[in-house]
Structure formats: C-alpha cells, structure tokens
C-alpha cells in the first residue's frame, strides 16, 4: 500500500503513516467483527453439546443473533456504584480489550503479512498480556464492591501463577526456532513444533486456559461464589467490552497455538499465494478453539485451591523439567542450528519425540501411584469417620 501511495504522490513518511494507519484499523476491525461470529459460534456448538438447537431464529442458523444481542447492550443503562473511583472503574474495560488487541500487531498472517515483525516478538506477546491483569485488578479495587473486590484477588492470583508455565512453555519454540520473532518461529517449522514437543503444548494449552479464564479455571467470574467476580459492578456497554475481550482472548491464543506449534501459515503455495497461508492459518486456529470449547463445555470448575495447588505442584515443576529436557537434548543432537529443510528437521523431530513419550509415560506411571495413595488416603479417612465402611465398598 505504501508503494501505491507513493506514486500517487504522498511522501515518504507520510504514506508510511497512512498505510500504517490502515492496518491498524483493518487488524483491530477484524477482532471486533470476529467476536460477534465467534459468540454465535461458540453458543451454536454449546447447544449441540447439551443436545438443543442454539441460537436458530436471527438471520440464517441464528448467524445474526449477536447484532441484536449488542444492540440490546450498548442501549442498557450504564450504572457507576457510589463511591466508585470513576476513572479507574471506566478505563479497566477499555484496557482490558486493548490489551488483546495490541497482541494482534506482531501476529503473522502470512507470509509477509504482519503489523510489525518485531524480534523480541515473544517477549512483547508476555508484556501486553500482563495489561489483561491490570485491567482486572482496576476492576475489582475501583468498584467499592467486596466480591469484586475479593473476584480480582483471585483474578490476578490465577492470572499471575499460570503465566508462569506458559512462558516456559513459550520458551520452546524460541529454542527450538532460535528466534523470538513469530514470524521466524513459523518460518522454522518445516516440521510442526507440535509433532516434535506434543508435552509442551499441552502444557502451553493448560495454561492458557487458565489466563483466559475459561472453563475450568473460571473462577474469575464464579457467579455461583462471587456473583460476577470483578465484573459485578459493571453494566451496559462497559459489561460488554469484558465480553468482548473475553471471546477475543480465546481466539487470540488459538492463533497463537497455531503460530507456535502448528506451523502458522505454512501450507502448500502458502508462499507464492499469501492469502493461502491466511486461510492456512484461520483452519489450525479454529482446530485449538474448538479444543477450547470442547473444553468449556465438558469439564466442572475446579476450586480456587485445587487450581493453585495444580498450578505450583504440577504445571510449574513439569513445565521447568520440560524444558530442561527439550534444551539438553536439543544440544545433544549435531547440527541443530542449521536446520534449514524438512530433511534437516526429521531427526531431531524424532529425538524430541521420542524424548516426550519417554516422559509422558513417566508422567503417567507418577499419577497412577499418586491417583492410589489420594484413593487410600480418602478410604482410610471414611473408615475413621464409619468403621461399617470396608476397604472395598468405594470401588
């Protein structure tokens, strides 16, 4: 675009400004659109899961329904409780959708399709994320309001423990690649991280979950426990641009899986037809976000305790053993630094696999003793409070 408004006639700086502009507009525009596509999505497949119809009345399959639904919002009354901080309690709603917005700049779309293709990509992708906690603890302190209140504190506790997996996780495929630009991660991928480091994805999955905040780590909003956690407070359009942030979360990090483990755009003629790697990367993006679904829509919340207690005795110490792992062997194998084609990448793909199962099995040999003990620890305290009840009679 630059090129087309130079020889228009603009100048330099000033057509870099306009095409700069523009882009910005056309990434951000497409979040918000994708939001009311990806809420009738969402609500459509949540109804086929629990065996009804979804929304089916508004436009054709109930594809329009969202229109209406954000109409209703934006014209809801907008209530500020006394003694609120204002400023406070009107800007966490807005900060909580720029912070996933500005996200959105260093995401490869294609093959020379990116905002800005920054080489600390990785570590910007860590910075603005942590805009999302912020916006949350403004929420719940700003609303004079204790389940609010008490809503952030476990809001930015959940937040900050899994945050810390996922940049461990996060870390492998800067390794592997030896870049922290998405654009070089992908660009590496001449076989799909996720073939090669299955454990790291999984823990990269789990964690995001949590940072999302979605089903089973949804406490932050626990309307059973805490009403609406930090959102309590908040009505009309201001409600809406949690919302809104919320959905645009899930399918940011379901991008994001897909550039770091998935292969991105990468696909055949994906180079010679840029908008092929675009599609190539929407289909592996909405693989992860119906994972995510599929999710949200079979699992119980867990208690706040059980969450922190898996995250700082489980996730952490797994995803640092992993780690370790993936870097010793990746030093092991020869010529790792030169990977330069599909044949290059075939046997420290193997090497790492192999690695992974080794430790999967392990991992799972771990749990079954640990699933055992709990299971006798939980007999025995029966038999203490109900000396009818035998050693068998839970089975």
Same mark, same amino acid.
């Given at each position: 675009?630059?090129?087309?408004?130079?020889?228009?006639? *603009?100048?330099?700086?000033?057509?870099?400004?306009?095409?700069?502009?523009?882009?910005? +507009?056309?990434?951000?525009?497409?979040?918000?659109?994708?939001?009311?596509?990806?809420?009738?999505?969402?609500?459509?497949?949540?109804?086929?899961?629990?065996?009804?119809?979804?929304?089916?009345?508004?436009?054709?399959?109930?594809?329009?329904?969202?229109?209406?639904?954000?109409?209703?919002?934006?014209?809801?009354?907008?209530?500020?409780? /006394?003694?609120?901080?204002?400023?406070?309690?009107?800007? =966490?709603?807005?900060?909580?959708?720029?912070? +996933?917005?500005?996200?959105?700049?260093?995401?490869? *779309?294609?093959?020379?399709?990116?905002?800005?293709?920054?080489? @600390?990509?990785?570590?910007?992708?860590? =910075?603005?994320?942590?805009?999302?906690?912020?916006?949350?603890?403004?929420?719940?302190?700003?609303?004079?309001?204790?389940?609010?209140?008490?809503?952030? *504190?476990?809001?930015?506790?959940?937040?900050?423990?899994?945050?810390?997996?996922?940049?461990?996780?996060?870390? #492998?495929? +800067?390794?592997?690649?030896?870049?922290?630009?998405?654009?070089?991660?992908?660009?590496?991928?001449?076989?799909?991280?996720?073939?090669?480091?299955?454990?790291?994805?999984?823990?990269?999955?789990?964690?995001?979950?949590?940072?999302?905040?979605?089903?089973?780590?949804?406490?932050?909003?626990?309307?059973?426990?805490?009403?609406?956690?930090? %959102?309590?407070?908040?009505?009309?359009?201001?409600?809406?641009?949690?919302?809104?942030?919320?959905?645009?979360?899930?399918? /940011? *990090?379901?991008?994001?899986?897909?550039?770091?483990?998935?292969?991105?755009?990468?696909?055949?003629?994906?180079?010679?037809?840029?908008?092929?790697?675009? @599609?190539?990367?929407?289909?592996?993006? %909405?693989?992860?976000?119906?994972?995510?679904?599929?999710?949200?829509?079979?699992?119980?919340?867990?208690?706040?305790?059980?969450?922190?207690?898996?995250?700082?005795?489980?996730? #952490?110490?797994?995803?640092?053993?992993?780690?370790? #792992?993936? =870097?010793?062997?990746?030093?092991?194998?020869?010529?790792?630094?030169?990977?330069?084609?599909?044949?290059?990448? +075939?046997?420290?793909?193997?090497?790492?696999?192999?690695?992974?199962?080794?430790?999967?099995?392990?991992?799972? #040999?771990?749990?079954?003793?640990?699933?055992?003990?709990?299971?006798?620890?939980?007999?025995?305290?029966?038999?203490?409070?109900?000396?009818?009840?035998?050693?068998?009679?839970?089975?």
């Amino acid at each position: 675009m630059t090129d087309v408004l130079l020889d228009i006639g *603009f100048s330099h700086d000033l057509a870099v400004l306009i095409a700069k502009l523009v882009g910005v +507009v056309v990434v951000a525009s497409f979040g918000l659109v994708w939001t009311l596509f990806g809420i009738w999505l969402e609500r459509k497949i949540a109804g086929r899961f629990q065996d009804r119809l979804g929304p089916n009345r508004v436009g054709p399959f109930g594809v329009l329904q969202s229109l209406p639904d954000a109409v209703k919002i934006v014209l809801k009354e907008d209530i500020i409780p /006394t003694g609120a901080d204002k400023w406070v309690f009107n800007i =966490a709603p807005v900060l909580s959708v720029f912070s +996933v917005l500005l996200a959105w700049v260093v995401v490869p *779309f294609a093959f020379g399709w990116t905002g800005s293709d920054l080489s @600390i990509g990785v570590l910007y992708l860590v =910075a603005v994320g942590s805009l999302g906690e912020i916006a949350v603890l403004m929420a719940g302190w700003s609303s004079n309001n204790k389940f609010a209140l008490l809503g952030a *504190f476990r809001g930015v506790a959940q937040l900050i423990s899994y945050e810390i997996p996922m940049v461990l996780a996060l870390l #492998v495929p +800067v390794l592997l690649s030896g870049s922290m630009s998405l654009q070089g991660i992908v660009q590496q991928q001449h076989i799909m991280y996720f073939i090669a480091v299955p454990m790291t994805f999984v823990i990269f999955f789990i964690s995001s979950l949590a940072e999302m905040g979605r089903a089973p780590f949804d406490l932050l909003e626990a309307e059973s426990e805490l009403v609406a956690g930090y %959102m309590t407070e908040y009505s009309g359009m201001k409600f809406g641009m949690f919302y809104v942030g919320e959905f645009l979360h899930a399918f /940011t *990090f379901s991008v994001l899986a897909a550039i770091f483990f998935l292969g991105g755009w990468k696909g055949p003629f994906a180079e010679d037809v840029p908008f092929l790697g675009l @599609i190539y990367l929407m289909i592996k993006a %909405m693989f992860a976000y119906f994972a995510m679904m599929w999710i949200r829509m079979t699992f119980p919340r867990v208690r706040i305790d059980q969450m922190l207690a898996f995250n700082w005795k489980f996730l #952490v110490p797994l995803s640092l053993g992993n780690l370790l #792992v993936v =870097a010793f062997l990746w030093k092991l194998v020869p010529d790792t630094n030169a990977i330069n084609s599909f044949g290059d990448a +075939v046997v420290p793909t193997l090497v790492l696999l192999v690695a992974n199962g080794l430790m999967a099995a392990g991992l799972l #040999v771990y749990l079954r003793g640990e699933g055992l003990r709990e299971r006798e620890r939980v007999q025995a305290r029966l038999v203490a409070v109900d000396p009818a009840v035998t050693a068998g009679s839970g089975d």
